[in-house]
C-alpha cells in the first residue's frame, strides 16, 4: 500500500486521478457499504436540500438564520470556486485542510476494496467531518437529482426540493415528471418532505404519498406575500410577518426563504427560532455567484445561471436594476446544456458577447456559441451595435470585457460555475 497523501492539494490530486478510472453506475451501495462501515451517523437534526436552481440559496438562508439564532450549525455545499474548504463550513467558518484531511483518511481506512468517485468519496468525507464537529444542526446540499445522490444515504429529518427544472439530462431524464420522480427520493417516510415549486410535479406529489412522507406544498401548507417594503411568511401553524427582503436578490429568493421557513417550522421545538432571528439572518445572508454583484463600476454581476429557469430570472434581474449604457456578457457554458434556452432570455439585455472556452472537456466551443448568436435577430440594439468575440478562457473574456467597458455599463458574468470561477480567479490574482 503506497503512503497516502497528507496534505489537502495532493488528496485532492489523488482522488482526481482515481476518478478518470471509476465509471459512474448511478447506485447507492457502495457508498452505502461504506458509510456503515465508517458508522457515519447524525446526532442533530439533519436538513436536505435539493432542486434543480435554489438550492444554495435555500442552504445559505438557514445556515444564516440558525448561526443567527446560537446554534451550531455545519453545512454541505457545492460546488467550490476557489478553494475546496468552500464545501464544508462548520460554524459559519470553512473548513480546515487539517479536518478534511483527517476525514479523507477515515473514508480511505473504511473504503477497502470498494471504489468511489470523487464526488462519493469527498461527500463521505465532509459528512464524516460535520458528524463528528459536535453541531447542533446539519444542512446537506444535494448534487445530481436525489435519489442517486451520495448525501441521500442519509435519511433526512426535513427534506426540501426548491425547484424542478430541466438540467442534466443525461442522467436524469428530459421531462420534469421523471427530474421530479428524482428530486422526490431525497423523502423519508414520516418525515417532513417541502416542495417551494408553485407548480410541482404530478410524480414528485405521488412518490410523497406514496411513501407517506409528511408532504408540505407552496401555496397548500405554507405560502408568502409581500408589498415594496416588506413580506409575509405563513404556514400550518406559524405565522412570520414584516420580514425584510433576502439579501440575495432576485425573482426566485422568497420561494427559497419560504422553503427555509418552513424548515424551521417543521422543526421549531427542536431548534426554536426567534422573529429576529429571521429577519436579521434573511438581511445578512451572503452566497457567492448568484446574482453577486461586485463593489466599484463598472457594475460586474456574477451568477452561475447554466439553464433556461436560471437565465431567465437573471434576465428579469437585470431588467429590475436601473440604466446601464452597456452590457457586456463573459459566457461560457456546457455542451449538454440547452443553450438556445439559456441565451434567449439574455439577448434583450446584452449587447456585447465575449464568449470563453471553458477548462472542461464538455465546454461548448466558442464558434459554435457565436454561430448561434450571429443567427439571432439584433432584438433592440441598433444596427452594428452587437458585438461577437471569443476568448480561450473566461478570464481573458472578463479582463476584453472590462478594457472596454465604460464607468456607466455593466458585465454580466454566466452560463456555468466554471465561467464564474474562472472570472473570480482572475481578480483574486489582479488584486493581490
Same mark, same amino acid.
Given at each position: 500500500m503506497s503512503t497516502l497523501p497528507t496534505t489537502l492539494p495532493d488528496w485532492l490530486a489523488l482522488l482526481e486521478s482515481r476518478h478518470a478510472e471509476v465509471h459512474i453506475d448511478m447506485g447507492l451501495e457502495r457508498v452505502r457499504t461504506v458509510k456503515e462501515r465508517m458508522a457515519l451517523a447524525f446526532a442533530c437534526p439533519v436538513i436536505m436540500v435539493a432542486g434543480t436552481n435554489g438550492k444554495g440559496s435555500t442552504c445559505a438562508m438557514l445556515e444564516a438564520i440558525l448561526l443567527r439564532a446560537g446554534y451550531k450549525v455545519g453545512l454541505y455545499i457545492k460546488p467550490h470556486f476557489l478553494d475546496f474548504n468552500e464545501r464544508a463550513h462548520v460554524n459559519g467558518a470553512l473548513a480546515t485542510d487539517e479536518a478534511l484531511v483527517a476525514s479523507f483518511n477515515a473514508v480511505e481506512a473504511q473504503r477497502g476494496e470498494i471504489d468511489l468517485t470523487y464526488f462519493e468519496f469527498t461527500t463521505l468525507a465532509i459528512m464524516h467531518l460535520l458528524s463528528g464537529a459536535g453541531m447542533d444542526v446539519v444542512i446537506l446540499e444535494v448534487g445530481l437529482g436525489g435519489r442517486l445522490d451520495a448525501v441521500n444515504v442519509i435519511d433526512a429529518d426535513v427534506a426540501i426540493v426548491t425547484s424542478v427544472d430541466i438540467d442534466h439530462t443525461d442522467y436524469l431524464g428530459d421531462t420534469r415528471e421523471k427530474i421530479g420522480f428524482e428530486k422526490a427520493g431525497i423523502f423519508r417516510p414520516g418525515k417532513a418532505a417541502i416542495c417551494s415549486d408553485p407548480v410541482p410535479p404530478a410524480s414528485l406529489v405521488a412518490h410523497a404519498e406514496a411513501i407517506g412522507a409528511d408532504l408540505w406544498l407552496l401555496g397548500r401548507d405554507f405560502n408568502y406575500s409581500g408589498d415594496k417594503q416588506q413580506w409575509n411568511y405563513g404556514g400550518r401553524a406559524l405565522r412570520r410577518n414584516s420580514l425584510a427582503y433576502p439579501s440575495l436578490r432576485g425573482a426566485n429568493q422568497l420561494l427559497n426563504a419560504s422553503a427555509a421557513l418552513a424548515a424551521l417550522e417543521v422543526l421549531r421545538l427542536e431548534l426554536p427560532t426567534?422573529?429576529?432571528?429571521?429577519?436579521?439572518?434573511?438581511?445578512?445572508?451572503?452566497?457567492?455567484?448568484?446574482?453577486?454583484?461586485?463593489?466599484?463600476?463598472?457594475?460586474?454581476?456574477?451568477?452561475? &445561471?447554466?439553464?433556461?429557469? $436560471?437565465?431567465?430570472?437573471? =434576465?428579469? #434581474?437585470?431588467?429590475?436594476?436601473? @440604466?446601464?449604457?452597456?452590457?457586456?456578457?463573459?459566457?461560457?457554458?456546457?455542451?449538454?446544456?440547452?443553450?438556445?434556452?439559456?441565451?434567449?432570455?439574455?439577448?434583450?439585455?446584452?449587447?456585447?458577447?465575449?464568449?470563453?472556452?471553458?477548462?472542461?472537456?464538455?465546454?461548448?466551443?466558442?464558434?459554435?456559441?457565436?454561430?448561434?448568436?450571429?443567427?439571432?435577430?439584433?432584438?433592440?440594439?441598433?444596427?452594428?451595435?452587437?458585438?461577437?468575440?471569443?476568448?480561450?478562457?473566461?478570464? &481573458?473574456?472578463?479582463?476584453? $470585457?472590462?478594457?472596454?467597458? =465604460?464607468? #456607466?455599463?455593466?458585465?454580466?458574468? @454566466?452560463?456555468?460555475?466554471?465561467?464564474?470561477?474562472?472570472?473570480?480567479?482572475?481578480r483574486k490574482t489582479s488584486h493581490h
Open positions: 426567534g422573529a429576529q432571528d429571521v429577519r436579521t439572518g434573511l438581511v445578512v445572508v451572503e452566497l457567492p455567484g448568484r446574482f453577486q454583484v461586485l463593489p466599484g463600476r463598472p457594475t460586474v454581476v456574477l451568477d452561475v &445561471a447554466h439553464n433556461p429557469h $436560471a437565465a431567465a430570472a437573471l =434576465g428579469q #434581474n437585470l431588467g429590475n436594476m436601473g @440604466f446601464h449604457a452597456y452590457t457586456y456578457a463573459v459566457f461560457g457554458i456546457m455542451q449538454d446544456k440547452d443553450i438556445d434556452g439559456v441565451i434567449a432570455p439574455m439577448t434583450a439585455h446584452v449587447d456585447h458577447w465575449c464568449l470563453a472556452d471553458l477548462p472542461s472537456p464538455r465546454s461548448a466551443n466558442c464558434a459554435d456559441l457565436a454561430a448561434r448568436l450571429e443567427a439571432l435577430p439584433d432584438g433592440d440594439s441598433k444596427p452594428g451595435e452587437r458585438s461577437v468575440t471569443s476568448f480561450p478562457d473566461p478570464a &481573458a473574456a472578463f479582463a476584453n $470585457a472590462m478594457s472596454r467597458a =465604460g464607468e #456607466n455599463d455593466r458585465i454580466v458574468v @454566466f452560463g456555468s460555475f466554471y465561467t464564474v470561477a474562472g472570472v473570480m480567479a482572475a
